[in-house]
């Protein structure tokens, strides 16, 4: 049967899509990304993400190369093992974890395999409210699986958590977990006094996708060893990995049984591709993480300094200190959709939100540029642009220009290790 939307007066053509997508792969390599939520690959790993192997089925390792489920035999996946096993060893260091999962496709089905694994219908989850920096889905997917529902207090005025009046409202409602779903925030949660509020019998889950790249690089906080009994996260914005997901579990005996669940009901492929890539980049985090999440830090103080000098309302922490990780809130004056839009209009990506009070900011991020290559001198240019780009002067040209001078990714392995073997300090 001829499909037409290939074909035009009897002759094969090409859909313009194919051409706007190209094009849009070429734009964003000249976009300057402020964005809290993106980050870039090595190129080791962005090489085995686009394997052919995701063509394929990872089901396990197998026996002989051969994997066998009930009546079920399949093609195994030796050669994967000594990988992801070496990856998964230096994440449970790295995260003080007993156990760990590289096999959620994204942070939210890594939420949901927790929620349901370590959870009921009909148990009490407490979650955090969009307005206190949330995800948006957290609340949907409790109540859609059964669960009873209720929100976390949060403190404004010292920018956490209310422990007191968490403790309150998750005894009063007899709730089984708290789950801190939290995209917008400074400094590291209050888990060692939520621990002593809450009890030992309540389980506390760390989503931790926003800063799971700091803390792998012991520049946050250590949530499991704080007293979180689980850490979910996804994989892609200060872990500098492919879209995915991850579970880490304090109690490897706890952790068994959660797993097993996870394992049997809420995945079958693992797309092979994203776990190799993902491995690859937690090896990297554990070689070059300190240096990378201390840079991020850095950067980001010292752009909030900038910007501060220029006159702009930057949200503190205390004196001379604007945040302890990747993000920092700029106030603003303007429609969040005029404001992004001029943005990029000079080649520059940001987000914005109206978390924790109702004034909107600039949630930047400076991970993705960290990643890059950037330092400090290089972030005073930043400030200028952003400095211009909210007086409404167009500066995209200076920006693209900037921004050519950052091609290569640090932090990472490049495509020659793949001819050599990897020679490093573990």
Not at 334 to 359: Q, Y
Request: overall charge negative; hydrophobic content about 40%; charged content about 20%.
């Amino acid at each position: 049967m001829s499909n037409t939307l290939f074909e035009k007066g009897g002759e094969r053509m090409v859909p313009h899509y194919f051409e706007q997508i190209s094009t849009l792969e070429s734009d964003y390599d000249e976009i300057l990304h402020l964005t809290a939520n993106e980050n870039v690959m090595s190129d080791l790993a962005l090489h085995f993400y686009r394997s052919k192997l995701a063509h394929r089925y990872n089901m396990g390792e197998g026996v002989d190369g051969v994997f066998v489920h009930s009546n079920f035999a399949a093609k195994g996946m030796p050669e994967i093992s000594e990988l992801i096993n070496d990856a998964s060893v230096r994440l449970k260091v790295m995260l003080n974890a007993g156990l760990v999962n590289l096999n959620c496709l994204s942070g939210v089905h890594a939420m949901i395999s927790v929620l349901l694994s370590t959870t009921d219908p009909g148990d009490r989850i407490m979650t955090v409210s969009s307005k206190h920096g949330g995800h948006f889905c957290t609340k949907g997917i409790v109540e859609r699986s059964g669960r009873g529902h209720v929100f976390a207090e949060y403190d404004h005025a010292n920018i956490t958590f209310s422990v007191d009046g968490i403790a309150e409202i998750f005894k009063k409602n007899n709730c089984k977990a708290l789950y801190l779903d939290t995209s917008v925030l400074l400094k590291p949660h209050p888990i060692k006094l939520l621990r002593e509020a809450l009890g030992n019998e309540a389980i506390i889950i760390y989503d931790a996708s926003h800063t799971i790249g700091l803390i792998m690089g012991g520049k946050f906080q250590s949530p499991l060893l704080e007293g979180a009994n689980i850490i979910v996260a996804n994989t892609h914005k200060t872990l500098p990995g492919p879209h995915h997901g991850l579970i880490a579990f304090r109690d490897e005996a706890d952790a068994q049984d959660f797993n097993k669940i996870i394992h049997n009901n809420f995945y079958s492929s693992t797309h092979i591709n994203s776990v190799i890539a993902l491995a690859i980049t937690i090896i990297e985090m554990d070689i070059w993480g300190k240096e990378y999440a201390d840079q991020i830090v850095r950067n980001s103080n010292h752009l909030g300094s900038c910007l501060e000098q220029y006159g702009y309302n930057v949200r503190k922490l205390g004196q001379n200190r604007f945040t302890e990780n990747h993000q920092l809130h700029v106030y603003i004056n303007e429609e969040n959709k005029i404001i992004v839009k001029r943005f990029l209009d000079n080649n520059m990506s940001v987000n914005t939100s109206k978390a924790l009070g109702n004034d909107l900011f600039l949630r930047l991020g400076l991970q993705e540029v960290t990643r890059r290559g950037m330092k400090e001198k290089d972030i005073e240019q930043i400030a200028v642009f952003i400095k211009k780009i909210l007086r409404d002067e167009y500066v995209k040209k200076d920006v693209i220009d900037f921004n050519s001078k950052f091609i290569n990714v640090n932090y990472g392995f490049g495509m020659e290790h793949i001819h050599k073997p990897m020679v490093f300090n573990s």
